[in-house]
């Protein structure tokens, strides 16, 4: 085959940026943990030592961090000064857990699921899953961190909203259901939110529903938020009003056993809400950047997940709205539409 030079050294390029990026990745991490972009964020410009002073580290390896972050274009260097800086857009990413952009997370999540590579090449030859709780711990800080700034964002504010009716039933006083909770972000905001309305949380994961207890009960809304250890296929009660899956449809086994299940618990006027990472139907509309991270979640995390389960169907991340209406309608669903979206989700409503 003739090699065209100039395509070649672009995708040289292009690799050569993934490399950055699978480096940096590594160093994000490093500096959430050692609080150096809040430092930065609270008394930048600084220089190395000190910055390295503030968070009780050591100089040489700051200056080296700041020097890598600044290549990455995750810090602002003034050569002028000597001096390193957040701007307010990097500080909003990186410093400011409340900001809707707040990315850290993602970072932590990532390089934890990394943490599983030989088990997972393994699997490629065996087809055989990894289950959720077989990952590192981080795993599952980390995931419930990159959701929560879109979750706090618009949960409450749109879409809820955006579904037929629910949001006065929620606040007269309605019985909900959380399915796939995790640590209980969803939960806990949706009690915070509407405090006449009780609210259980299901989640096979016997840590996060012990976390998302201890979380409630920080929160102050125990009283009528709670957190029970159940499947989705088997978690207990009937006529909820409303019964929400985010971001966790797709990681589950048996996707269309779990929407059957659902429908037997819901009311006869009763909503499912369905959260599920933003994708397109098609392949070719999903190549995109959002897609990417995806995909590549996908790879690493839920079909994997998916397929250590019973049934095993390996939805995975990027399933598509079409897609996903045919599984919540072999579970005997009726009525099925896109309530709203943002750039990273999909919320969908499923209705008797």
Known sequence: MDIDQAKLDEFVGRAVGDLGSALTAALVVIGDKLGLYKALAQAGPLVPGELATRTATTERYVREWLNAQAAAGYVT???????????????????????????????????????AEPKLTEAFRTGKGLGWHEHDANLFEGTERFFRPGYRANLVNSWIPALDGVEAKLRA????????????????LLGQAYPNSTIVGFDYHAPSIERARERAAAAGVSDHVHFEIAPAKEYPGRDYDLVACFDCLHDMGDPIGAAAHVRSTLSTDGTWMIVEPFANDKVEDNLNPVGRVFYSASTLICTPASLAQEVGMGLGAQAGESRLREVVMAGGFRRFRRATQTPFNLILEARP
Do not use: H, N, W
Request: include cysteine; glycine fraction near 14%; charged fraction near 15%.
């Open 173 to 188: 006083g309605a019985k909900v259901a959380d399915v796939g909770c995790g640590l209980g972000t969803s939960t806990i």
């Open 77 to 115: 260097y003034d050569a002028g000064s000597g001096r390193y800086s957040l701007s307010a857009e990097q500080a909003s990413a990186l410093a400011d857990e409340s900001s809707p952009a707040f990315m850290l997370g993602g970072f932590q999540a990532m390089t934890a699921a990394m943490k």
